[in-house]
């Protein structure tokens, strides 16, 4: 069977190219024939001209929840799209401190926090703590790195104070959960303290989270971003690969 | 129901209750900022000043820097009402207009308390008559299924009604209404009707009110009583809870550990503010929510289990210190083990059935997965489903329930009828499951279980020695650790001078104590 990609992709359900797709939300809307009608009309201006309502089930009087499947008359063509990743090919734990010691004169730090309202500490404690996540070690475990991890709910200022008292190399921020897009001003308030401190060429900074890639941390003004399913070792390789382009505590 | 050594489970208990015991010895000796202006609001003081500042800060803040707050509020203010014959809030107000200087009332020896009942017993009035509408309320009520717990967070007090709506038309007992994210690091309670919160809705007095009344209208069109709860947690612990007490909140979470761990708020402070707090919600019929879940979303689930259990009979401890009857005593524990370990479930099983057999008269609060849901929504349902059976099949009491989009954001309201449709689902199908079963008593859920309180036991053994603040400050809840000098609100903190009185929480413990031994 031929699996190579074609030029113009569409989503798969049992069939190759027959678009199928599932979409589910809510309307503000009486669970009633009108509502169903309504769920169609939005589906058919999203490219799904013939969907089937397979469920719809009031949440009170005023809201129906609604599930629908359908075809997507949209293509794409992967070959017109490019994606940044902060690294093209990851290293190991283990290669990632065999080029500490190879590179460094002096053991790297990193210094990492959940800022603003986030209480979230699951993705910086993936990253940077001893046990790490999903089988990957953290940043804790890494020889020639020393990791500090300030927990969640750190304000912007006290963690640029922080990382000038343990003079570090690199800043982590985790975002997690989000609401309204909370996260994107306070990402940018930090880049903009880092400027009106002086202090943005002193840093490597890195954010990762649920909703970050490595384009919107790009755009939002760091070095870098990681998402899902990036560990600890993609975000050490990244950085060491970027100190030591850098000149910084490499071997003169 | 199983069956355990009843020594071991007598022998954290004991332990439990040194280690509280030693605490309340600080708790004793100290008032803190928050304490001194609960007293305020239950002598009926509310309302900010011109510039938003809570009248109740502004009085402690000027006692704070014109007289000696070691020696209480109720040492300047009793004889200021009596001698001008105005109330405390009236007070409050002319102290806001720098008219009155509240430390010409001081005096060398311990003022008459009693001059304060008039301002005191009105509050304390109101707070019996909501105990009282409650209790009633729910005295046809046969509790056999666990209460559906559900949360709502937009930030804005009006939009977080419709959603509450929503979920009690769906079948929800219980609704939360998620604190803005900052709100426990503030030192004052903010005044009223708020539309911006991030993660969460402020906490006001006033925003209660409004959600109290559309559940008691809601719950009137379903035929049932629904609970409202909010977070006496953070730096104004006890203030929440009178507000609470006031304005018939059902549930408070509330917990000093999880401030210490995942706030960094001083110790010293939030035990002592702890304190106050339980006695307002026992003495007005609150259930408390501890927070034990939360350790496990930084500890390993699997290996760090036993802390859970070991904080639970701490905090069981601490409640009865408030006198606290058991069945207010909603301890938490969550369902956090790592869905990639094998027989995850039955480990899960285990230490629900544990809480349950050593905590029978507790309302459990149990917690769903939180730190193994993914953007994966699909293997989400499919978690919150186990953990549904879990809950209902080891019969815990409030069930709070997981949301498919835990990992995402905030609820929709369509996620959360997907979530009461599914604790629905289970709860029927599994109704008989208790029953029908009797547990291998050499399989691996018993094992795990005895394994779980024994090591409880050994760690209870070892906090009882070094003492609770070093059992903190070695990281030995959710490996984190903070110290007794360190955290938010330690300025707060203040030794009670000779002639320091709180009438309110005398009064309260009077009745309290009564009621018990009664």
């Known amino acids: ?252 | 129901m199983l069956k355990l050594d009843s020594k071991i489970v007598e022998s954290c208990r004991e332990a439990a209750r040194v280690i509280a015991e030693d605490v309340q010895k600080t708790i004793d000796a100290h008032t803190t900022d928050t304490i001194e202006r609960t007293i305020l609001r239950l002598l009926g003081v509310d309302g900010a000043d011109a510039f938003d500042v809570p009248l109740v800060n502004v009085v402690i803040d000027h006692i704070k820097e014109k007289g000696d707050l070691s020696k209480g509020v109720v040492h300047y203010l009793a004889n200021a009402v009596a001698e001008t014959g105005a109330t405390p809030k009236a007070l409050a107000l002319a102290i806001a207009e720098g008219d009155v200087d509240l430390t010409r009332y001081d005096a060398p020896e311990k003022v008459d308390a009693s001059l304060l009942d008039d301002a005191m017993a009105p509050m304390l009035q109101t707070i019996k008559k909501q105990r009282l509408k409650r209790l009633s309320a729910l005295k046809d009520k046969t509790a056999s299924a666990p209460e559906k717990y559900v949360i709502v967070a937009t930030g804005n007090i009006h939009e977080d009604i419709e959603q509450a709506i929503s979920a009690v038309a769906l079948g929800a007992d219980i609704i939360a209404v998620i604190r803005t994210t900052g709100q426990s690091l503030l030192d004052y309670v903010p005044e009223g009707l708020t539309r911006e919160g991030f993660g969460g809705t402020y906490a006001t007095q006033d925003n209660i009110r409004l959600m109290r009344q559309a559940l008691d209208d809601a719950g009137k069109e379903a035929g049932r009583y629904v609970k409202l709860v909010n977070y006496a947690s953070g730096l104004c612990m006890p203030e929440i809870a009178a507000i609470g007490a006031l304005e018939r909140l059902d549930m408070m979470l509330n917990d000093s550990l999880y401030g210490i761990i995942f706030r960094d708020i001083n110790m010293k402070r939030t035990f002592i503010d702890q304190y106050f707090s339980r006695v307002i919600s026992a003495y007005a019929d609150i259930t408390i929510n501890t927070g034990e879940d939360n350790y496990l979303t930084t500890a390993d689930a699997f290996d760090e289990a036993h802390t859970v259990t070991a904080s639970q009979f701490i905090n069981e401890q601490f409640a009865a210190k408030a006198h606290m009857d058991r069945r207010l005593m909603g301890l938490g524990h969550a369902y956090e083990i790592d869905p990639e370990k094998e027989n995850s479930f039955l480990y899960e099983y285990a230490q629900a059935l544990l809480a349950r057999t050593v905590f029978p008269d507790a309302p459990l609060k149990y917690m769903p997965p939180t730190k193994y849901m993914s953007g994966d929504i699909f293997k989400g349902v499919a978690q919150n489903t186990l953990f549904n059976i879990a809950t209902v099949a080891t019969g815990q009491k409030i069930h709070l329930l997981g949301m498919l989009t835990e990992a995402i954001h905030t609820p929709f309201m369509s996620d959360r009828a997907i979530a009461l449709e599914n604790a629905d689902y289970v709860e029927r199908a599994f109704r008989g499951f208790q029953d029908a079963f009797i547990l291998n008593p050499d399989g691996l859920i018993v094992e795990r279980a005895k394994e779980v309180l024994a090591e409880a036991e050994s760690l209870l053994h070892t906090i009882k020695a070094e003492g609770m603040f070093a059992a903190i400050a070695k990281g030995r809840f959710a490996n984190v650790s903070r110290t007794l000098a360190q955290g938010k609100g330690l300025s707060g903190v203040t030794p009670k001078h000779a002639v320091y009185q709180n009438p309110v929480m005398d009064a309260m413990l009077t009745t309290l104590k009564e009621e018990n031994d009664g």
């Open chain 1, 1 to 252: 069977m031929d699996r190579s990609p074609s030029v113009n992709i569409r989503p798969y359900g049992d069939t190759k190219n027959d678009g199928k797709i599932q979409i589910s939300f809510t309307l503000p809307l009486k669970n009633d024939a009108l509502g169903e009608e309504a769920a169609k009309a939005l589906a058919a201006k999203m490219g799904v001209p013939d969907a089937h309502v397979t469920h719809r089930k009031s949440l009170d009087e005023q809201y129906t929840f609604y599930i629908l499947y359908g075809t997507l008359t949209h293509v794409v063509d992967p070959s017109t799209l490019h994606v940044p990743l902060a690294t093209e090919a990851a290293m190991t734990k283990e290669e990632v401190e065999a080029f500490i010691a190879g590179h460094f004169q002096e053991e790297i730090v990193f210094i990492g926090a959940s800022t603003g309202t986030d209480a979230h500490t699951v993705g910086i404690d993936a990253i940077m703590n001893m046990k790490g996540y999903a089988g990957h070690y953290g940043l804790e475990r890494y020889s020639g790195v020393r990791a500090i991890n300030l927990g969640s709910q750190v304000d912007n200022e006290r963690l640029l104070e922080e990382a000038l008292k343990h003079e570090a190399d690199v800043i982590l921020i985790s975002q997690t959960v989000t609401q309204k897009n909370i996260h994107i001003q306070n990402l940018t308030a930090f880049i903009e303290l880092l400027e009106a401190e002086g202090r943005r060429d002193d840093f490597l900074v890195v954010v990762g989270g649920a909703r970050i890639n490595h384009a919107l941390a790009k755009e939002l003004g760091y070095d870098a971003g990681f998402g899902p399913k990036q560990y600890a070792a993609d975000v050490a390789s990244f950085c060491v690969v970027e100190l030591h382009r850098r000149g910084r505590k490499t071997f003169t």
